[in-house]
């Protein structure tokens, strides 16, 4: 019988979907060593400790960024048995095969460890290896360390909303989950939903952020830790000393409140510095993507299966990876969001919020439509089914373009979110905001 996880993080109890895809893993008869890929603090650590702990007889716990000593280990050995025998020395415990989970954490600070795992998918498979380390450090590491094939990839996010609304709320939880396609959402769970999504956009989804607001319910110390890990982002962007120039990256993730501010919200490398073309920031851009700290968003030239064939590559949009997080960085005020009022940055929150939403629904990642008669929010592909979505931070009615559309195309699905109830609205369905996580069930 599967064991139902909680992670407890800093007073808030906290069950993660990911959970259930690393059971999954563990099951598979073409497992090979996990590797999680995340930004700083979305609780890779926290969820490869609990998985130990609650699937397994026992786990063991190397990180490469505390035990310096580890590191010469790698350095001189290939074989994995013999790394098995000398890391059983290390902690003076025997490690099983199958019954002992492995984690290796900030795996990006030992390059050799990283390749080692190929040699555990070849030669020593019946070990169960769990690794973890920053976008940064696992994509960017020397190209001849990275075993490109040889490793199974699951990438870590915030928090989702169901996961929020999970920590917080359990009874209306579990409203949620019972909700099917076309059901109508009574008035009282419909506004207490609302409630909840209000929530979300002033916390986000960061572990720290959600488990204090469990345990204080103090928006004052949820903006402090918001702060705090802005903060130390930015620290990491100042010490980073590789190719890319560390005020660049610095540069293009303080412009991105000012991007989306934007009419067309599309990234322009002169609005982060004045006369600036593609190739002196198109480097800092792929750093920031590559560490999980912001999400690209391309322009397609066509809505057509398959989206990625029509991407205009030099016209994108950036998001950043935690809704919570923008909210701090735009500086917008707790009371304009509880209040329910019009605020200047509420169209890109929200956007902010379903892309958040979106990530890891559906295979293809979302995209976005624009030509000279409008634009088109996002756009998703479900097999070779093409979906436009609309998105509204109120009760607005849709834009031209997407009724048009719509009507010219009649796509077999279209939908508009918007704080709105769950309605089939003439040609397309309205979701309220607090189904974004559901989209794809609901189809």
């Known amino acids: ?51 130990g702990q609650n699937y397994y007889d026992n786990y063991v716990y190397f990180n490469f960024d505390e035990e310096d000593e580890l590191k010469s280990i790698f350095e001189t050995n290939k074989n994995p048995h013999r790394i098995i025998e000398l890391l059983s020395m290390i902690i003076d415990e025997k490690i099983e095969p199958e019954n ?35 976008l940064l450090g696992t994509l960017l590491a020397k190209p001849k360390s990275y075993p490109v094939g040889m490793v199974n990839l699951l990438d870590i996010y915030p928090l989702t909303f169901d996961e929020f609304l999970d920590a917080i709320d359990s009874g209306l939880y579990a ?28 916390i986000g989804g960061m572990p720290e952020c959600v488990s204090s607001w469990i345990k204080y319910k103090d928006p004052a110390m949820v903006s402090k830790i918001q702060r705090e890990l802005i903060e130390v982002y930015e620290n990491d962007f100042s010490k980073h000393n590789g190719k890319v120039n560390s005020g660049r990256i610095l540069m293009v993730f303080r412009s991105i409140v000012a ?51 029509f991407d205009k590559l030099d016209q994108f949009k950036l998001f950043v990876f935690d809704t919570g997080l ?83 195309h009649a796509p077999e699905h279209a939908y508009r979110f918007s704080k709105r109830g769950y309605r089939k609205d003439g040609d397309f369905t309205n979701l309220p905001l607090y189904l974004v996580r559901k989209t794809k069930d609901l189809l």
């Open 1 to 51: 019988m599967e064991k139902c996880v909680n992670l407890y993080l800093r007073g808030g109890f906290m069950k993660r979907n990911a959970i259930l895809e690393l059971v999954q893993w563990k099951n598979s008869a073409e497992r090979k060593p996990m590797v999680l890929r995340g930004a700083r603090q979305v609780g890779k650590t926290w969820l490869m400790k609990e998985f």
């Open 100 to 134: 002992t989970l492995i984690i290796f954490d900030e795996i990006q600070e030992c390059p050799e460890a990283l390749n080692t795992l190929k040699y555990f998918k070849e030669k020593a498979n019946e070990y169960h290896v769990i690794a973890a380390g920053s």
């Open 175 to 202: 409203y949620y989950e019972s909700v099917q396609k076309g059901q109508v959402i009574e008035e009282i769970f419909h506004q207490r939903l609302l409630d909840v999504y209000n929530y979300y956009l002033i």
């Open 259 to 309: 991007q989306l501010a934007k009419p067309n919200e599309k990234f322009m490398y002169g609005a982060v510095r004045e006369g600036a073309r593609a190739r002196d920031f198109e480097e800092a851009i792929e750093w920031l993507v590559s560490a999980g700290m912001l999400n690209r968003v391309y322009n397609v030239s066509k809505m057509e299966h398959p989206l990625s064939a």
């Open 326 to 408: 923008l909210k701090q960085m735009a500086g917008v005020d707790n009371s304009a969001i509880l209040l329910k009022t019009d605020y200047q940055f509420k169209g890109p929150l929200t956007e902010n919020y379903v892309l958040q939403q979106l990530k890891g629904q559906f295979e293809v990642e979302p995209r976005y439509y624009s030509d000279r008669n409008g634009e088109i929010d996002f756009v998703v592909q479900n097999k070779m089914e093409i979906i436009p979505i609309e998105v509204k931070g109120g009760e607005d009615r849709s834009a031209n373009s997407f009724k048009t559309y719509v009507a010219n």
